[in-house]
Structure formats: C-alpha cells, structure tokens
C-alpha cells in the first residue's frame, strides 16, 4: 500500500513538473514586446491609459521606447512607477506653473510678490553691458525639473537607463546638426529632460557634447530603436497633435506651429510604415485635447485606455496568466522606498554662486546644521530657493554617512535676473468721463552687497506722473530684519465728491520721503513700522479761480502695516488670501495731543475655486479721524455703475463676491485663462453719526469677460448699481 502511494505521488509530481516545464518553455518563448510612446505634450497623458489597459489585461512590456512626453511617461514606468503613481502624477502636478516663466506667484520670494502688485506685467528683460537680455526660455527648466524628480521612483534620478528594470531609450533632436541623438547611457533623469526640451517652451540641453532638443522634431514615434532593441513585437502609441485645418492658419503664429507640426508629422508616417504585420498602432482620439491644455489630463487618460482596449483581441495573443504578470509586475515595480526619516544634518554647502552670497541662500533655505533633516525638507528648500527669482536653476545633493546627512546646494544664477525692468501698461474707463491710462517702469537692482541690498526704481507716466527710489537693506546675510528707506515726487489730480456730485477737480505735486524698519515672515507676509515725511502742494483746475492760492502742506506720518499674500495670481486668484491691516497717524502738537489725525485701514480677501469655476470674496473697512477715508468707492467692482471713486467720506465699508467660469485659455506665451462671470457687490460711506450706515449701503454688480494677459487682467464689463447708474468698463492692468 506504502508503495502504490509512493508510485502515485511520483506520478503526480511527475505530470507536475512537466507542466512546470511546458509554462517555462511557453514563457521562454513568449515574442519581447517593446512599447514606443510618442511625444505630443498634454496628449502624451493617454499614453498612462494605455499602460493601465496592458496591466488589466496582463499583457507585459519588455523593452519601452519614448519621445518628449512618451520619453517622461516610459522612463518613470520603466524605472519602476505604478500605474497608480503616474496617474498621480497627471493629476497633482500645478503644469500651468511647469510651463510658466516663472515660479507659481504662491512660491515666490514676498518682495516678488510685492513687485507684482506694483506692476502686474509679466513684461521683463535684464539689462547689461551688452543691452537688453531676455529669460532664456518660454518656461522655467527648475520647475519642469522638480515635477519630473517628484514623478520618479527613490533613489532612479541618476540611474543609467540601461540599468532600469525595463530597457528603456529616448531620442532627442541636435539642434546645431538636426541629427538624432539616441540616450542610451544617459541617466534617467537628464535622459527624461532632454527628450523633453520642447523648442520655444523649455530650453536646449546639453548632453553627449550635442545641444539638444525635442526628439520629436526628427523621431516622434522611433519604432526603428525598437527594433534595434530586439523587440519581436512593437506597441506603438502616436498621440501627435494633427495638422490644423486652413481656417486656423490665419495668423504668424498658426502658420509657423503648421510647419513644426508637419516637421513632425511626415517622420511619424515613415515609422508607422515601418511597424510590422505582428506590430500594433494605437492612435487615441484625442479631439479637443491640445499640446498644452494639461487640465483635460482625465480625457485624455480615457482616450488612451479606451483606445487600447478597442485592440484587445490582438492583445490578448500577448497576454500571460495572472500569476506570471504578477511575477513580472514584481520585478518591474520600485521596491518600497527608504522611509524618509529625518537625520541630522552635518554639512550644508553652497556651491555656484557669484554675486549671491551663498550665506543668504543656507539660511533662506531654511535648512539648519546640527537640525534633523528630511529628504523633503532638502526639496522644500529647492522650491524655497527657486522663488527668489533670480536663481535659474537650484540643484540638491544628498548624502547619508553614519547616519548623518550632508547636502550640496548648487545655485545657477539667472544672468538676466539680476539687472532687470519691468514694464507695465495700464487702462481703465467707463465710457463716460473717467478714462485712465499709464504707462509703468520698474527696475530692480539685487544683490548689491554681501547682505543681499535691493535697490527698487518705479517711474510713471500718464493720469499720475512721478518716480520714486527704495533701497531695502536685510540687517544681516538671510536675515529676515530690513530696513527701508525710500523717496518720491509725483503729480496727480484727483476730483472731490460730496454726496455723489462732483464739486472740484484738484491737482497735486508730492513730495515724500520714508523711513521703515520691518520682519518678514516666511514668504507670505511682513510687518512694518516707520515714519513718513510729505509735502503737498494743491491747486484747484476746477471750478476756475485764478484768484485762488495754492494750499501747502507739510507733515509726519507715523505707520504700521501688516500683510499676507498667498494668493496664485492677482489677476484673478484661485487660491490663496490677501490681508492688509494699517494705521496712519499724524501727531499733534505737545500742547494738543488731542489732535492727532489717524487714518484705519482692513481689507482681506479670500480666493477659492472648484473645478472650472474661481473667485474671491473681499471685504474692506476704513476709517478717518479727520476728513475722508484713505479709500474711495466707485468704478468698476468698487459699485460698478457709480462713479469712479465719487463716495469719499470718513468711513467706507465694502465687500464683493466675484465668481467666474473658464471657458477658454491664451497660449501660455501671451497670456493665460479667459473666463466669464459676475460680481455681487455692496457698500458705502457715511460719516460718524450712528444712524448712518444703513442709508450709506449701496448694492451693485457686473458681468464681464476676463481674460489673463501678459500686462495683467483685461475686462470687459457692464456693471450697475441698485436704483442708480449703469455703465460699461474696460480695465487693463491694475490691481483692484
């Protein structure tokens, strides 16, 4: 009996093992399927729907082939990324801030903030020996940088890709020969950048001696270096923008994008023409989704499954069992990564700078020797560090011995940055009798000693003419202490209401000069305290009296400020708030303290959003104790319909709801997002009586187009106030 069991179990381990044997002889046979994924910006999102289809049906990838954003999707998936973490990726990455000019406003240094307020122009060029110098690119390289060190597995940045999980390979474009340049033994992440360097978007790259480009100016869908790889079956996947239609080839711009496209286009149909009868072309319907629209990621990934999923009975002949995807998922997916404890920090170096302190970088990167340290801590500074402004690219090194950490900050300094002008444009009118223009300069001048001094120039010309000088001095290398002196003169008029009605028109020349001494707060906010010495002279133009002096004016102003600015953009904010509390006063005599003239001021606003639709809700306060409120009501989204700053009395109060919807966007070198909405407004100004504020309040509301342009938020508008005035509005430029 022993024996016939024995025998048995000797036969079953014996057909066993044959099967074994058969699925390891199927498996050694299975064809090296190469997945090729084109460039094709924001369309390159369908190239993740395509990798989830192949995981629900279990068909594995071998060897993996890409191109711009194909190089950026493949690399990460070969590298060991989930499904699931390029799906993240797509979905929480700011890409508007990626392919800016800038950092996101939220990440900038507060003085950045601050100069956006003065000027919200996105007009700038740097100034040198040499004339004028411009930013190097369309987009930053740091923050496309970032996004892409965020998206890769631990521990992949540098390496090689032939050492990945997956073989994996990128072309790119020289831009010197126009050759293709083939990243066979670059690391992963410079292999990633260069493919990606998309020309007038991004800048060149140099790498392998060559000064790169785009691969998909001479390779888009490179199924040739799949092949070349040993692939016996290629998936190629071309989400390449079409060629555009006549009727949209009516300006310079359409015409000379048509030819990069056909560029493009007519290399993509000579590798489709090389794809095998065992090869695949999955081509998503991607109608709708631009090169640059990266909101309609989620279209987009749909596009790339559903088209994947409508070739599935090929797939199917490619697909393994369960057990055996799973075995290979294991060995392609980044093992757990190191958990990111925090460990003391031994040495923090600086490295590349040169009229930048490197002292002001260490403490502004908010790293701190003998501190525990995170890697994430080293990324935030990264950010914190890019904000500044005049720093092109921020680069970090880690290294980990005996349980201590050791990071190198290498600092780019941005040669146009440092020496630069701002010019900003200006307009407003109602289409009646208050119409505004001006013209702005601004030139700031950093790094000016081994504290970091800014010197700030503003110059005016139009409604309101001057020029004004600040000097802001940090008391100490990264010291968020300063001092700020500053000086202006400047002309103006401004009309005088008294219960609506227009009663004179008065023009002034001011002279100021200021003293503050004030602590900032992070990038978000600051305080400030100083003294303020004016003279004015006024003189009235209407109603005309030649007989009339002129009134002189010489006084001390003592003031407090304090601000938070959080918000993304100040032409029309998503996130974010914006806070400015102060108080102005004019002292006294000693024999009449009584006297003292003090000037209130509280205005808070808070932006949201929710999908396509954004806005704020504002609210203001001011107070006199003499004469009017240092703010005026009227004009547009100040009671639109009512004449522009026409309510002038000792205390104002407002507030305003504003809700807009995105209904289309500029290129992200003109401009930005177009939206349509409204406002809800109220408020007014009464005098000190008690009973006066329910008979001051007004309500009034607009509806306006907007649009984000690179001189600031352009409206155009129609607003009305309750019982009163309607009036239409267009605005250019200032912040309201």
């Known amino acids: 009996m022993k024996t016939l069991r024995l025998l048995l179990a000797c036969s079953i381990l014996a057909v066993h093992g044959a099967a074994l044997a058969q699925d390891a002889v199927a498996s050694a046979k299975r064809p090296r399927v190469a997945l090729v994924l084109s460039g094709g910006g924001a369309r390159g999102f369908a190239h993740v729907g395509v990798l989830r289809a192949l995981r629900d049906m279990h068909v594995p990838v071998d060897i993996v082939v890409g191109t711009s954003m194909g190089s950026v999707v493949g690399g990460a998936y070969a590298a060991g990324a989930s499904i699931g973490d390029l799906e993240r990726m797509a979905a929480t990455t700011d890409w508007d801030s990626v392919v800016a000019d800038r950092p996101a406003r939220d990440a900038l240094a507060f003085r950045r903030r601050d100069e956006d307020a003065n000027i919200p122009s996105r007009i700038e060029f740097g100034l040198n020996r040499n004339g004028v110098t411009l930013p190097p690119a369309a987009a930053s390289n740091a923050a496309l940088e970032m996004a892409l060190e965020r998206l890769l597995p631990p521990g992949t940045r540098n390496t090689p890709v032939g050492q990945l999980p997956l073989p994996f390979r990128s072309v790119a474009s020289d831009l010197l020969t126009g050759e293709l340049v083939t990243l066979d033994d670059t690391p992963l992440f410079q292999t990633m950048r260069a493919s990606l360097a998309v020309p007038g978007v991004f800048a060149p790259v140099r790498i392998k001696g060559h000064l790169v480009v785009d691969g998909g100016l001479v390779r888009n869908l490179p199924v040739d270096l799949a092949h070349a790889m040993g692939a016996d079956v290629v998936i190629a996947v071309n989400v390449g923008t079409p060629l555009a239609p006549e009727k949209e080839l009516g300006s310079a711009l359409g015409v000379a994008n048509q030819m990069l496209q056909i560029l493009t286009e007519q290399n993509v149909q000579r590798s ?69 404890r925090p460990k003391r920090l031994a040495k923090l170096e600086v490295q590349g700078t040169q009229h930048i302190n490197a002292e002001i970088l260490k403490k502004q990167s908010g790293l701190e020797p003998g501190q525990p340290v995170t890697r994430e801590d080293v990324r935030q500074a990264e950010v914190t560090l890019y904000g500044r402004g005049d720093l092109a690219r921020v680069e970090t090194e880690v290294q980990d011995k005996d349980g201590e950490r050791e990071v190198t900050i290498r600092a780019t300094e941005a040669e146009w940055a440092r020496n630069r002008m701002r010019v900003g444009l200006e307009l407003a009118s109602d289409f009646r009798d208050s119409n505004d223009f001006a013209i702005k300069l601004m030139h700031v001048h950093s790094s000016m000693n081994d504290w970091g001094g800014e010197l700030r120039t503003e110059a005016r010309i139009g409604n309101v003419r001057g020029v004004g000088v600040q000097w802001w001095q940090p008391l100490g290398a990264g010291s968020k202490w300063y001092v700020m002196p500053s000086a202006q003169i400047g002309e103006t008029i401004s009309d005088l209401y008294s219960s609506g009605l227009r009663k004179a ?14 602590r900032e ?6 305080i400030s305290v100083g003294v303020q010495k004016q003279r004015y002279t006024a003189h009235t133009i209407l109603p005309e009296d030649p007989s009339a002096p002129d009134q002189k004016v010489s006084d001390t102003v003592r003031f407090v400020r304090f601000r938070v600015d959080t918000l993304d953009s100040l032409g029309f904010p998503t996130r974010g708030m914006l806070i400015n509390l102060g108080r102005e006063s004019t002292p006294g005599s000693a024999s009449n303290v009584g006297a003292t003239q003090a000037n209130w001021g509280a205005s808070a606003l808070f932006a949201f959003h929710y999908d396509d639709w954004a806005g704020h809700f504002l609210a203001e306060w001011a107070r006199a ?23 002038q009395e000792p205390t104002v109060l ?34 000190r009586r008690p009973d006066a504020l329910g008979s001051a309040l007004k309500q009034a509301g607009s509806l306006f187009l907007a649009v984000e342009t690179r001189f600031g938020p352009l409206y155009l508008g129609a607003g009305a106030t309750k019982n009163g005035e309607q009036t239409m509005y267009l605005f250019l430029g200032p912040v309201w």
């Open 505 to 518: 028109r008065v023009g002034y020349n001011v002279r100021t000069g200021s003293l503050a001494i004030g």
């Open 625 to 647: 104790r003499a004469g009017a409120a240092p703010i005026n009501l009227g004009g547009f989204l100040r009671l639109s319909g009512t004449k522009t700053d026409s309510i």
């Open 521 to 526: 707060f992070g990038n978000w906010g600051d």
């Open 272 to 340: 489709i023409k090389e794809l095998g009868p065992q090869d695949l072309l999955i081509a998503p319907d991607l109608t709708g989704v631009s090169f640059l629209d990266f909101s309609t990621y989620a279209r987009a990934i749909a596009a790339g499954e559903k088209a994947a999923r409508e070739l599935s009975p090929r797939l199917a002949a490619l697909a393994v069992p369960a057990e055996e995807y799973a075995s290979l998922e294991a060995m392609r997916l980044a093992g757990p990564g190191e958990t990111d």
């Open 654 to 687: 407002f507030s305003r709801v504003v809700v807009a919807r995105k209904i289309g966007a500029l290129p992200s070198a003109f401009g930005g997002t177009l939206r349509a909405g409204f406002s809800l407004e109220m408020g007014g100004g009464f005098d």
